[in-house]
């Protein structure tokens, strides 16, 4: 429970950690040179200070980045991503302008990115913490495969939780907005 408290945050205490990667546009091998692997390690420190983003560990390849970050629990996990990836891209091509002759329009980066969350439990006991904690309590059996069997049968969700858009069940994928 002290990895909790040593993570909250305004009306809210939990652990947000992912996992990033993401390359250079091209997949051009730019940081063979370890004086520029050190100033991009730089830029994306700098940039994660900046939003107030903890980098937990990160990793310069020639070609792309891993970090791993931890991230305020008001942020979602791609707009940290676009801010580090961002304000990295602006300071590497400044602070190495013959980059510049490469990307011309300022883009170091690819659009292409991963993002995986990083967590101090595994799958396996979060599943077992829901079924013997939550599912005895409070649904009393309910599924999701019984609630989309239920909207199979005419159980209208939209009506039920006064969404404002009808929404209708397509199988295991979820819901989808009409």
């Not at 305004?10 to 063979?32: D, P, V």
């Not at 692997?37 to 730089?42: E, G, K």
Request: hydrophobic share 40%; net charge positive; proline share 3%.
């Amino acid at each position: 429970m002290d990895i909790y408290r040593s993570n909250t945050h305004a009306h809210s205490i939990g652990w947000n950690t992912w996992h990033f990667e993401w390359c250079t546009k091209y997949r051009y091998k730019l940081f063979r040179n370890g004086y520029i692997n050190n100033l991009c390690l730089i830029a994306i420190q700098e940039a994660a200070k900046r939003h107030n983003i903890g980098i937990v560990d990160a990793e310069v390849d020639v070609d792309h980045i891993h970090i791993i970050a931890s991230l305020p629990m008001d942020m979602a996990p791609v707009n940290a991503l676009h801010l580090v990836k961002g304000f990295s891209s602006k300071l590497i091509l400044t602070l190495v302008p013959n980059f510049r002759k490469r990307y011309p329009k300022g883009k170091l980066w690819s659009p292409g990115k991963f993002a995986a969350s990083v967590g101090h439990i595994t799958l396996e006991n979060a599943k077992k913490y829901l079924e013997d904690h939550h599912a005895k309590a409070s649904l009393r059996g309910v599924t999701w495969q019984n609630s989309c069997a239920w909207h199979q049968q005419g159980f209208n969700y939209s009506r039920a939780c006064n969404f404002k858009k009808p929404y209708i069940c397509s199988g295991s994928a979820g819901f989808r907005i009409l």
